[in-house]
């Protein structure tokens, strides 16, 4: 048995087993990323899709996701790859399953930096590391990062920033920019709709935010996070947001505020008013500069 250290879950993983994110097994008495290499999704997206929205616009970037994720977000986008049964079972493979596996594809940190080299020519600024959570992975992360940053390539990290700071130092000096998911700003609705730690991600995000390219987004749940008296609080600390200098800096971070659309396990209301997303970008100008809306 070993404990995994990625998140808040620190889970106490028995040999041959899996953790809560179906994607760090315990092998010889210590946690490996099982997911390491493991590619379900691969494409040159606009950078706008990350979403980033103040970090080389109208360029391109090859964008990677693995399986598994340590929340569980009822209304997950990605959830074939991240928490549904046969993303979390794919982390069960064993060592002689996986070689005849045909459901996932093993690829080298070097064959992802030669193809985002590749593509320089159709406008690719790099590699984004989406669609699943990136940190769970954060090995396969940190190694290929070091690579195209080598190459002299931008990273771009998209998650939900539930990770131990040891974690962040580790791909932090290779990552240029990152979209972390703020999904709200209540420990009720982190943990009992979420399955995870709001302290843990507002101290990713301050730590990250020194040194780092910062957008942030917001997905408005109908019924859950969609009031204004929480909207306020969440652009007002984001506005008192820090460099590594100590300057404040949180009125210039970007933050996306996003409609809901019913899917995944969440179908039971209707999807987000427009008039609401409108009126909750008014409430964050309040606080911050850049303020743009998703899904409308």
Request: overall charge negative; charged content about 25%.
């Amino acid at each position: 048995m070993a404990k995994c250290k990625v998140c808040f879950r620190h889970c106490e993983i028995e040999e041959g087993k899996t953790g809560f994110c179906g994607a760090r097994s315990c092998v010889e008495g210590r946690v490996i990323a099982s997911n390491y290499g493991k590619i379900t999704a691969l494409m040159l997206d606009p950078i706008e899709k990350k979403p980033l929205s103040r970090f080389f616009p109208g360029s391109r970037i090859l964008s990677v996701g693995s399986y598994g994720c340590n929340l569980r977000c009822p209304f997950c986008q990605n959830y074939d790859i991240s928490w549904s049964d046969t993303a979390l079972s794919l982390g069960k493979i064993t060592a002689s399953e996986e070689a005849a596996s045909e459901d996932i594809t093993a690829v080298s940190p070097e064959s992802i930096a030669a193809m985002a080299d590749s593509y320089r020519d159709r406008g690719n600024i790099g590699v984004a590391f989406t669609y699943n959570e990136p940190l769970i992975g954060y090995e396969f992360v940190r190694d290929t990062a070091r690579l195209v940053s080598e190459m002299g390539m931008k990273n771009v990290l998209v998650s939900n920033g539930t990770a131990e700071l040891e974690v962040l130092k580790e791909i932090l000096p290779y990552i240029d920019a990152m979209n972390i998911d703020l999904k709200g700003f209540t420990d009720d609705y982190y943990g009992k709709v979420l399955g995870g730690s709001r302290a843990m991600v507002m101290d990713f995000i301050t730590e990250a935010v020194k040194d780092c390219h910062m957008e942030l987004t917001t997905l408005i749940i109908p019924g859950e996070n969609d009031s204004e008296e929480e909207m306020r609080e969440l652009s007002g600390w984001i506005a008192g947001l820090q460099n590594s200098k100590g300057e404040i800096i949180g009125k210039n971070i970007p933050l996306h505020i996003s409609r809901f659309f019913p899917r995944f396990k969440m179908t039971d209301r209707a999807a987000t008013d427009v008039r609401k997303i409108f009126r909750l970008v008014e409430i964050a100008r309040e606080n911050l500069n850049y303020v743009y809306t998703g899904n409308v």
